[in-house]
């Protein structure tokens, strides 16, 4: 689950492959993990180009502006994957 300020999107992965994006809001809906933040914070880490310290979901997590939550297991288990999936949408 992706929060981007109050819309939520959940994001189901196949395979290694983005099957389906859903935008919430969602009531009891189970995921894995869920990166959460407000609006302004994903609209710069997705600048084409963002300044230092909104390059990387480390980075925003040590300014406080990005919340990890649920299995961090898993999360840690394919970081580079999720990273990668969300730098995507600089392009």
């Known amino acids: 689950m992706v929060e981007v300020g109050d819309a939520q999107y959940f994001v189901s992965i ?34 084409k180009t963002p300044e230092p310290g909104w390059h990387d979901l480390f980075a925003l997590l040590r300014r406080g502006d990005v919340r990890f939550e649920g299995d961090q297991r898993v999360l840690m288990a394919y970081l580079l994957y999720v990273k ?4 995507a949408c600089r392009r």
Do not use: M, N, T
Not at 19 to 33: A, D, H, I, L, N
């Open 14 to 47: 196949e395979d290694g492959y983005v099957r389906k994006v859903e935008k919430g809001p969602f009531v009891q809906r189970s995921w894995r993990f869920a990166l959460r933040a407000r609006k302004e914070c994903w609209d710069k880490f997705w600048q």
């Open 84 to 87: 990668l999936l969300l730098e």
